[in-house]
């Protein structure tokens, strides 16, 4: 590919914009788009806009006789298609254009060919007037018909990503084409049969507005430099209301309809502190963008904000409002994470910022605004905020770790690197997680191994000296390894952050390490080798991931590595003594590292040992990490299953909210594609699952208590044990219905969604009528779920049950009848002073143990 460089200045607007783009083997290139939209939108529901468009272009190659845009359901007005160089129109008179539809294509037919702007610095002008239908299923710009007071109101809003702007205005679709966008509105004086439209949103500020013939013209200043996907618009009766951070002029503005804006209070207050939060984190009061950024809720169900869109921003109404009776704690914590997102996404470089930062590797920048968003959260801390101190990711750590584990193992999945200049948009969307979690999860791994505050600052210094630049993965490396690099000395073969990020983001998957400790010798060797994880036998090939080790042990008076440095091992058999003193080790301390872990039977006897002894002995990320090893393990069949069983059998006992997520991420582990599991196996899975769901059910059940951690870990809770078919779980659906029968009364909404999953797997399939989006997404949600679960019982034999019973549980069935108050597990005092940091977690536990 050719380089070009185009420098030119734009008459039209006072700055000079510089371009420069990797070539292009196309042979026009727009400048700049200037939209005339007059938006008609009629009481009836029949609307459409006219637009007249001026596109500047230039010519990038000689010969140019032909000009192809894209262009779909578009009404072009005959005649008006024009291409002019000064005043003269350049268009074929006896062939001027030719609209394809079906191929999304209109070509335009030249009477002479365009001038090369390399040589002759001539622009030219495309001039298109077109009219446009919508309707609510319009690709890329659509209606949207919602009730508000009883009344049937319309909008207009846009979703361009990944590559619809052709339904919204004749463009030249390529992504990689950045240009400068100019609107006119045109907004129609009240009239009986229209309906009124208060509302214009563009991707830049208003820069003034007028009154002529019955319309008010709103005109906006020129954007910055955009790619078709980061446009907007959008035209309604919405009201505001807005924040401005502390730090800096940042202003947050939610748009919904005006009787419904009291639902926002939540979502507004949250998004001025994660603002808040990045500025504290960035240390230099810069703003995120020049001007507001605007977040529209729309009333209709959209997944999640477009991934490039920075000072218009777009979401489900469902993922904005917040309301007492309706949203369920899961719904809140997912519109928490997505607008720490999208805040993090534009914080990391957007094209409205001071001095424009460019990713040169968007999966990346991705991945680190994942890291981030769990990052934010974290600090955020259910709104007691964490501003001065670093509180440690750790149960999001595991979320996302767990969910990237989960899809990362088979052989067909890429490793990061090789999403190499894919743009965000144009990653797949079956990697879309991946790309984010992994990489925040190899982020997490690197983090613990060098020390908190060294990568953070090794981060933030970076992003700071690259403001207005070009961050690229190799430039971030080195950076990373300069400012990390005093922990070289430490390391014993000289290890440096770059060297293991590299090794993760170039090969895909993720290993186990299995461990063999050799007891027969003083001190005692510990023998370690990896394999790569996989649920296919013929997949477990040896690996050379460079992990970072670290440990801990029972005894742990003279353990020498357990604190200090924590080595690499590469793919050769590392061995190294230590003396165990017939106790425990457990490697992949914090449960940072992305790898899962086997140990030799006597070994995960011991651990199961000192689980059922006293579980809290070993902290609760570390359970939470071993929990979820086993069941993935037993699943691959590289763990015996009385082995398994033996170490899961202390969960009765387990109260900590972080590993009962890992035990229901580690049971979901069972029905993946290509595990041995039979119904009758299954079947004895959920028996045992349901013994040990038994305590934590009920405390959280009986409990009163709403603060939000409590209600997301019953939500969690409810919904697992009634998916394992624990009866007072489903009695106490079956409860719910009848009440709702009789009483018309609202489901709890935290409930919602396993209630709806109960519903459907009882065969019945008619939930009433008339649901509110919140509700609609759960039933969608637990329908697919239910989906999943048939789908997998179909797909596995039925199998023989075993001779031998293999539960050797010690609370058997007797489960109902525990007793509520007095507490198995150690007194809140305790459970205090073992937690070493004030996480969200041990809020939890304090909570649960005080009850
Ligand atoms: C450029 O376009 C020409 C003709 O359309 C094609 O033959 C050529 O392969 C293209 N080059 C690149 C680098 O895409
Ligand atoms: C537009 O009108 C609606 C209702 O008439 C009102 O609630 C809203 O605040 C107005 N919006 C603006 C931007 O003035
Ligand atoms: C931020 O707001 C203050 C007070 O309104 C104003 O003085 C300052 O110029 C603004 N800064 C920017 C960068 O817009
Ligand atoms: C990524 O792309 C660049 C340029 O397109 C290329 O030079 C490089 O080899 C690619 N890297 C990988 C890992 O594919
Ligand atoms: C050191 O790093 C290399 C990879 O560069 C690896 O093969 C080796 O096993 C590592 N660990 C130790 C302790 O030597
Ligand atoms: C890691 O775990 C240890 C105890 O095993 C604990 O003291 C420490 O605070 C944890 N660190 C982080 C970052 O979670
Ligand atoms: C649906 O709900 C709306 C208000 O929420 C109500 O006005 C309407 O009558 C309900 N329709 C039915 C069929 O229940």
């Not at 205005?169 to 009240?190: G, H, I, L, M």
Request: aromatic share 12%; glycine share 4%.
């Amino acid at each position: 590919m050719l380089i070009f460089a185009i420098f030119l200045i734009l008459v039209s607007s006072s700055s000079a914009y510089v371009l420069e783009e990797e070539c292009l083997n196309y042979t026009v290139y727009p400048v700049q788009y200037e939209l005339t939209l007059i938006p008609h939108v009629y009481k009836d529901g029949n609307s459409y806009y006219d637009c007249d468009l001026v596109i500047t272009i230039i010519a990038n190659g000689p010969n140019v006789n032909i000009i192809e845009l894209d262009a779909k359901d578009l009404e072009i007005k005959r005649d008006s298609v024009q291409v002019l160089d000064g005043n003269v129109n350049l268009v074929n008179e006896y062939r001027p254009y030719e609209f394809d539809n079906s191929r999304g294509k209109l070509f335009i037919y030249l009477r002479e060919p365009l001038k090369q702007y390399s040589l002759s610095r001539q622009q030219y002008f495309i001039r298109i007037s077109f009219l446009k239908r919508l309707s609510s299923e319009s690709d890329g710009i659509f209606l949207v018909q919602y009730d508000e007071d009883g009344k049937q109101q319309y909008l207009f809003t846009t979703r361009l990503s990944p590559n619809k702007a052709k339904y919204f205005f004749p463009c030249f679709d390529n992504p990689q084409f950045e240009a400068v966008f100019k609107f006119k509105v045109y907004v129609t004086s009240p009239h009986p049969s229209l309906q009124y439209c208060n509302t214009s949103l563009v991707i830049a500020d208003e820069q003034k507005r007028q009154q002529s013939n019955g319309y008010t013209i709103i005109e906006y200043i020129p954007s910055p430099q955009v790619a078709l996907y980061q446009v907007g618009f959008h035209h309604s009766k919405f009201g505001s209301r807005q924040t401005t951070a502390k730090k800096t002029n940042d202003t947050l503005v939610i748009w919904a309809p005006g009787s419904t804006l009291k639902h926002y209070d939540f979502i507004l207050v949250y998004g001025e502190t994660i603002i808040n939060l990045i500025h504290e984190y960035a240390a230099i009061n810069r703003p995120l963008v020049n001007g507001p950024i605007n977040v529209v809720s729309v009333p209709r169900i959209l997944h999640g904000y477009e991934i490039g869109s920075w000072n218009l921003l777009t979401n489900s109404d469902t993922r904005l409002a917040y309301i007492n009776e309706l949203t369920s704690i899961k719904q809140m914590e997912r519109m928490k994470f997505e607008l720490a997102q999208q805040l993090s996404r534009i914080w990391l470089g957007n094209p409205g910022e001071v001095q424009r930062t460019r990713w040169k590797e968007e999966w990346f920048k991705e991945g680190v605004a994942g890291y981030l968003a769990y990052y934010l959260l974290t600090q955020y801390n259910n709104g007691m905020v964490s501003y001065k101190q670093r509180l440690p990711i750790g149960i999001y750590g595991l979320e996302m770790k767990h969910k990237a584990m989960a899809i990362d193992w088979a052989h067909t999945t890429p490793a990061l690197a090789s999403f190499n200049r894919t743009l965000a948009i144009e990653i797949p969307n079956r990697y879309k997680d991946l790309v984010t979690t992994k990489t925040a999860s190899l982020l997490w791994m690197v983090e613990n191994w060098i020390g908190t505050e060294k990568f953070h600052q090794a981060l933030v210094n970076y992003i700071n000296s690259r403001r207005g630049k070009d961050i690229s993965l190799i430039d971030f490396m080195a950076s990373l390894d300069h400012d990390t690099v005093e922990c070289f000395h430490q390391f014993f073969n000289g290890s440096t952050s770059s060297r293991v990020l590299n090794s993760w983001f170039h090969q895909s998957g993720y290993p186990v390490v299995n461990v063999l400790v050799l007891r027969d010798r003083t001190p005692n060797a510990v023998q370690m080798k990896q394999v790569r994880f996989s649920y296919i036998e013929k997949d477990r090939v040896d690996s050379n991931y460079l992990i970072p080790i670290s440990y801990i042990v029972q005894h742990n008076q003279n353990c020498f590595n357990c604190f200090q440095p924590r080595f690499t091992i590469g793919s050769q058999t590392y061995t190294f003594r230590e003396n165990l003193n017939g106790g425990w080790i457990i490697l992949n301390r914090n449960a940072s590292g992305y790898y899962r872990v086997n140990y030799d039977e006597e070994t995960w006897r011991l651990i199961a040992k000192a689980l059922q002894d006293d579980h809290t002995f070993i902290d609760e990320l570390n359970r939470a990490q071993i929990v979820n090893d086993v069941f993935a393990l037993f699943a691959a069949g590289s763990l015996r299953e009385d082995i398994a069983l033996e170490v899961l059998d202390y969960l009765n006992k387990e109260l900590s909210h972080v590993v009962w997520e890992s035990v229901v991420s580690g049971f979901d582990l069972l029905k993946t594609e290509g595990v041995k599991m039979t119904r009758t196996l299954y079947e004895e899975w959920k028996e045992f699952m349901q013994t040990k769901v038994s305590v934590i059910y009920k405390r959280l059940t009986m409990s009163l208590e709403q603060h939000s951690n409590v209600r997301l870990f019953r939500s969690t809770i409810v919904q697992f044990a009634c998916s394992v078919e624990y009866e007072p779980c489903l009695l106490e659906m079956n409860q719910q219905y009848r009440e709702q029968i009789r009483s018309n009364k609202r489901l709890n909404p935290d409930y919602r969604e396993t209630f709806y999953y109960y519903f459907f797997s009882g065969g019945k399939s008619n939930i009433g009528g008339n649901l509110s989006r919140c509700e609609l997404e759960d039933k969608t949600s637990a329908e697919h779920l239910w989906r999943l679960e048939n789908k997998f019982l179909y797909r596995i034999p039925k199998g023989e049950p075993k001779p031998l019973p293999i539960m050797k549980s010690t609370t058997t069935t007797t489960t109902t009848e525990i007793p509520i108050t007095p507490s198995p597990i150690p007194t809140g005092r305790g459970v205090v002073a073992f937690i070493p940091f004030t996480t969200l977690l041990s809020a939890v536990l304090i909570l649960i143990t005080l009850m």
